[in-house]
């Protein structure tokens, strides 16, 4: 499988998640930017980190294109903005670009297919002129708190920021990282 990962300048979060994943898989692993500029290297912050957890990494940064689109089978991105970004600009590759939490956290899928639910039953008590207002409002208390747990699927950016701030993103990554390996075992099963 040819996994990407794209964040905004391709210096930071996909770099560190294209090294963690190669150490991880086999499978084929790359990285660009939604802003990034042809051939910058990945921060010295996480270069630093990638060495002192034993991962070399040897990054110039690519800006998202067609062609490294046309090249993924899934795209992976940091944070639903760049999720959103790489839909609106490239629409033809809209259905395989997830975050990279929302592609690895059953329970995430699962408040989607929740929250699309809720919306349906609440567009359908509203045409319904005999519908309970504590029915509807209910719906709309369940509606934000489903909203609230699909808008948490962002990678912390450590643009900027000092080591220890670099450190957590590592950690974080190497978290959901560890559920996309298995996701993708599984299917190589399949």
């Known amino acids: 499988m040819n996994i ?13 998640a294209e090294a963690i994943l190669r150490e991880k898989t086999n499978h084929h692993v790359r990285s660009a930017g939604i802003f990034a500029s042809d051939g910058q290297p990945a921060s010295a912050q996480t270069l630093e980190v990638l060495e002192e957890n034993g991962i070399h990494h040897s990054h110039q940064s690519t800006p998202v294109d067609e062609t490294v689109l046309q090249w993924a089978d899934v795209v992976l991105t940091m944070t639903a903005n760049h999720r959103d970004l790489v839909k609106q600009q490239f629409s033809a590759y809209a259905d395989k670009v997830y975050t990279l939490v929302e592609y ?9 297919d929740q929250l699309q639910k809720a919306y349906s ?22 509606i934000d708190e489903l909203e609230k747990k699909v808008s948490q699927v962002d990678i ?7 080591v220890m701030i670099y450190q957590k993103t590592y950690q974080e990554l190497n978290k959901y990282l560890e559920l996309l390996v ?9």
Do not use: H, Y
């Open 4 to 16: 990407l990962f794209v964040c905004t300048g391709n210096t930071c979060r996909s770099p560190m």
């Open 104 to 112: 690895v956290d059953s329970s995430c899928q699962k408040a989607w």
């Open 121 to 142: 039953q609440l567009e359908e008590k509203k045409l319904d002129p005999s519908a309970n207002q504590e029915a509807i409002q209910a719906l709309k208390e369940e």
């Open 156 to 162: 912390v950016d450590p643009f900027g920021s000092n």
């Open 182 to 190: 298995k996701k993708l075992d599984n299917k190589d099963r399949e």
